[in-house]
């Protein structure tokens, strides 16, 4: 593989990466919990705000809300 195509792929990665940890962080937020990652060789506790995120009768439990249903 040409230099290009290595950067090209690692850039593809790295957004797919970017985008995971986003999606995990609003499952997060969901469930008032937080994340922790890795990003730049350091570990990170990433706490989402749980005051937007709040619903009445929302529980943070995931399976309790699939029952509530």
């Given at each position: 593989?040409?230099e290009?195509?290595?950067l ?5 990665i790295d957004?797919?990466?970017?985008k995971?940890q ?9 469930a008032?919990q937080s994340l922790?990652v ?9 706490v989402?705000?749980?005051?937007l995120?709040?619903?009445?009768g ?6 309790a809300?699939?029952k509530?249903?």
């Open positions: 593989m040409k290009k195509e290595i090209e792929m690692q850039r593809l957004e797919g990466v970017r995971a986003y999606r995990l962080l609003q499952r997060a937020s969901a008032r922790v890795c990003r730049n060789g350091k570990i990170l506790e990433l989402p705000d749980v005051e995120n709040m619903s009445e929302s529980s943070g439990d995931p399976l809300r699939r509530q249903r």
